[in-house]
């Protein structure tokens, strides 16, 4: 009993292997298709060596077998991405159509073809076309010195239709015309993707256009300014409205460069710096300032000590000629000072302080009050400001002792008084 079915479960082994490799051994049928046997073999694809860029063209390999052909897969590949093909097998030759727009982009592109029995590989390069529209110039620097030396680069990057930068060697034509109306050229070649060349400036201050063109390629007008040096050797000076002022602290005095120009003639442009530096009794200070049709001027206001000052304005590294201006002790009722001791303390009583029409001098109008002592010489210095007219000012007991007299200026007017 249990030798008989392990007798069964041999044969019925025996014949399934049997079977299997009969199967594997006899012909295929007519119309049947032979098994898959061995590596995929290598076809020619046959495909150009090079197209221009945004252009469609067609590969094929063969001869190809029906059953290979069942598995076939084509693709177009760049660095950009991969593109799949749509192939088409007749008389056992395989074709495809690379579209324009796997051409967008200069560059190797690797065309495959890939299934179970057969595989091919073919390397297009894509070439950039032709110079497209626009075609502009980049300018720098944008504004130069009107000297004949100065100069700026002019910079192109010409492109084809598809975008793509344009092969080495490419011819670009870059044309200008000065502020003076002289007109140049200069024959470019693209080299690294750019077209370069430098344009040097002229004497006379402007507006200089450029363009450039390559083939039929053209753009719109670039442009810089070449604009005025700093001011020549004939140099420049400073004007006061008013040869002479009062010193009293509140007016105004307006000052003015005469025209800046440099060596050729040119104005300065808007907008170039001038400080006006003053120096006088007393008192250093500078006054920032901008030129406007050739011009530079700013308004001052009075010292509140009289005296001579000295104005000068710099311009670009360059000085003025040096201008003087006077500035007199202002006129008005003599100061009201009245002296007050207390615990050996000097109080010193200033005002009330009339300004313009009998007015009040305003709040804020400095006082100066100086201690001298026997031979005159300024002990102790003190500064105070007016409140509705008038001010005090307090001298300790230990500089006190030497007070003989004080000496009270407002407005560039002194008025001296004995302190006992």
Not at 217 to 245: H, I, K, Q, Y
Not at 262 to 288: I, K, W
Not at 324 to 348: C, D, E, M
Request: overall charge positive; charged content about 15%; aromatic content about 4%.
């Amino acid at each position: 009993m249990t030798r008989f079915p392990r007798l069964i479960f041999v044969a019925a082994a025996a014949t399934v292997v049997g079977l299997v490799a009969y199967a594997k051994l006899a012909p295929a049928p007519p119309g049947m298709p032979e098994p898959a046997s061995g590596p995929p073999r290598t076809l020619v694809l046959r495909a150009p060596a090079h197209v221009a860029a945004g252009t469609a063209f067609s590969v094929s390999a063969g001869p190809i077998g029906a059953q290979a052909a069942d598995s076939v897969v084509m693709s177009a590949e760049s660095a950009f991405g991969s593109q799949a093909l749509r192939p088409l097998v007749r008389r056992r030759v395989v074709t495809a159509t690379v579209p324009a727009s796997a051409t967008a982009v200069a560059g190797a592109l690797v065309v495959r073809l890939e299934g179970d029995l057969a595989q091919a590989r073919a390397v297009v390069q894509v070439r950039p076309g032709a110079s497209h529209s626009p075609l502009t110039p980049v300018v720098g620097a944008r504004s130069i010195i009107a000297d004949g030396h100065d100069r700026a680069q002019i910079v192109a990057i010409p492109e084809d239709a598809m975008g793509n930068p344009t092969s080495t060697g490419t011819g670009v034509l870059l044309r200008w015309r000065h502020p003076g109306g002289q007109t140049g050229a200069l024959s470019l070649r693209s080299r690294h993707l750019v077209a370069s060349g430098w344009l040097v400036s002229q004497t006379a201050a402007g507006r200089t256009i450029v363009s450039v063109s390559s083939g039929t390629a053209r753009g719109a007008a670039g442009d810089l300014d070449e604009v005025a040096g700093p001011p020549g050797p004939a140099g420049f000076g400073v004007v006061a409205a008013e040869g002479s002022a009062k010193a009293d602290g509140r007016g105004l005095v307006r000052l003015r460069t005469t025209n800046l120009a440099d060596r050729f003639g040119n104005e300065m442009p808007d907008g170039t710096e001038v400080t006006f530096a003053l120096e006088g009794p007393g008192t250093h200070g500078r006054l920032p300032s901008q030129t406007l049709n050739g011009v530079a001027s700013t308004v001052m206001t009075a010292p509140q000590r009289r005296g001579t000052f000295r104005v000068t304005a710099w311009c670009r590294g360059r000085r003025s000629r040096p201008a003087r201006l006077r500035f007199a002790a202002a006129g008005g009722p003599q100061i009201p000072v009245s002296i007050h001791w207390r615990n050996q303390t000097l109080k010193v009583h200033v005002g009330p302080l009339l300004g313009q029409l009998g007015a009040l001098v305003p709040d804020g109008t400095q006082v100066s009050v100086a201690v001298l002592g026997a031979n005159r010489a300024v002990a102790t210095r003190l500064a105070v400001r007016t409140v509705n007219g008038v001010s005090d000012a307090l001298v300790v007991p230990s500089r006190s002792r030497s007070a003989r007299w004080v000496r009270v200026t407002v407005s560039g007017r002194s008025r001296v008084v004995r302190t006992w």
